[in-house]
């Protein structure tokens, strides 16, 4: 019922920017929707102070801009100062959710594809990389049994790039280091 609770409270377009925190953990999906976790009730004006004072430096109500889903996003993210984290979950044709965007936005499906066309209008922008999942173009499903990695550091933030082998001196290189400046090998 927690849950349910948190997630309407996010939905309202009145409250879906007030600062929430939770005193103990009720799920990853459900912790997605606060904005944190705390032992201490004393802390909680602390931690909330920053949200509602970067929410007064826009001077105005907000009202009339909640009730577009793209607002409560970028005025959510804006507060926080925080990037969007997607949540595992493995009963998700794409494997992750973002279960703050469907709650703020009221979106349950194409929350990827919300976000990616917001990517796009460089309204958001992408943070960091958390996985690398390949999805089928048509259905949209993932596949998650082949992932490249650095075999070195283990690191997904890999890019596929076209080497060459001199078989004079013995060199390997990115094909770019043997190009002149005329663009030819």
Known sequence: IQDEFLYHLRRHASLCLKPVF???????????LADG???EY??????????????????????DVLNNPLFRVLLYVYSRNEAIIPIKNWTSPSLYTYPLVEALTGFS??????????????????????????????????????IDVCS???????????????????TVQPEKDFLTTSGSL
């Not at 939770?22 to 997605?32: F, K, V, Y």
């Not at 602390?46 to 105005?60: H, M, Q, V």
Request: net charge neutral.
């Open 42 to 63: 004393g802390k909680v004006v602390d931690l909330a102070k920053p949200i509602l004072r970067r929410l007064e430096s826009f001077g105005y109500d907000f009202e």
């Open 22 to 32: 939770l005193t103990s953990s009720l799920g990853a999906s459900i912790d997605a």
């Open 109 to 146: 499906e194409h929350v990827d594809q919300w976000l990616n066309n917001q990517i796009s209008r460089m309204l958001l922008e992408k943070n960091r990389l958390i996985d690398r999942v390949r999805c089928c173009p048509h259905c949209g499903l993932a596949n998650p049994n082949y």
């Open 37 to 39: 976790i705390i032992a």
């Open 152 to 170: 070195n550091c283990r690191s997904i933030q890999i890019q596929q790039d076209t080497f060459l082998h001199c078989f004079t001196c013995g």
